[in-house]
């Protein structure tokens, strides 16, 4: 079996150059004025400097577009399977309410599909699992396979599995990825700024 190809990176993003320019494959791209309230600096991570991007609370024709390189699997027209990677980071100030990570819709025409919400979980439909402490960096991982009968979404927090869950859509469903999606946005404005130092994304 070889896993290596099914793990490819297709997409990285690092922020070193204070842009988003892409370490693997396709830049992301700012949608609307999102440019404008964005912004990069330099912090410190494990005791190592490291460039951040500071992105805003967005609105609905906000957000950055991930042009993501995989291509159709898991038997349907769209991307059923594949692995989201990000170092985030929430300040304080941003808890307490519901932020998006991943919007699949490319035109954000209706609700995110991954959130975090004000306990500080990650998850989708009521289901979260997990901390994401503020003021705290973390490695968040979410692997979706839409193949599966059950247990569709695996969320990781620092490299450990904190749950598991059904996602209501199997292949090609609402889960599932067009040729781009929409990073830290919702059509309803279920957002708070952050920080991210780096994203990657595995076929």
Do not use: C
């Not at 896993?3 to 993003?13: D, I, P």
């Not at 989708?124 to 569709?152: C, E, K, M, N």
Request: overall charge negative.
């Amino acid at each position: 079996l070889d896993l290596s190809a099914r793990a490819a990176v297709t997409g990285q993003w690092d922020f070193n150059s204070s842009n988003l320019t892409a370490s693997v494959g396709a830049a992301l791209a700012y949608r609307g004025t999102t440019a404008a309230t964005t912004s990069f600096t330099t912090t410190t991570i494990g005791g190592q400097p490291a460039t951040v991007m500071n992105f805003p609370a967005t609105t609905a024709t906000q957000g950055y577009r991930m042009t993501h390189g995989i291509a159709p699997n898991g038997g349907g027209g769209f991307v059923n399977q594949y692995t989201l990677i990000m170092d985030v980071m929430f300040p304080a100030a941003s808890s307490g309410g519901y932020r998006a990570l991943l919007q699949t819709s490319e035109n954000n025409a209706n609700d995110g599909d991954i959130f975090v919400n004000p306990a500080n979980g990650i998850g989708i439909s009521g289901i979260y699992h997990g901390v994401l402490a503020p003021d705290t960096w973390h490695r968040v991982a979410l692997v979706v396979d839409l193949t599966f009968p059950t247990q569709r979404l695996r969320k990781f927090i620092d490299g450990i599995l904190v749950g598991t869950q059904d996602l209501s859509d199997g292949v090609d469903g609402r889960w599932s990825l067009n040729p781009t999606a929409l990073l830290f946005t919702d059509e309803d404005g279920e957002t708070a700024a952050g920080f991210v130092n780096s994203i990657q994304i595995r076929s």
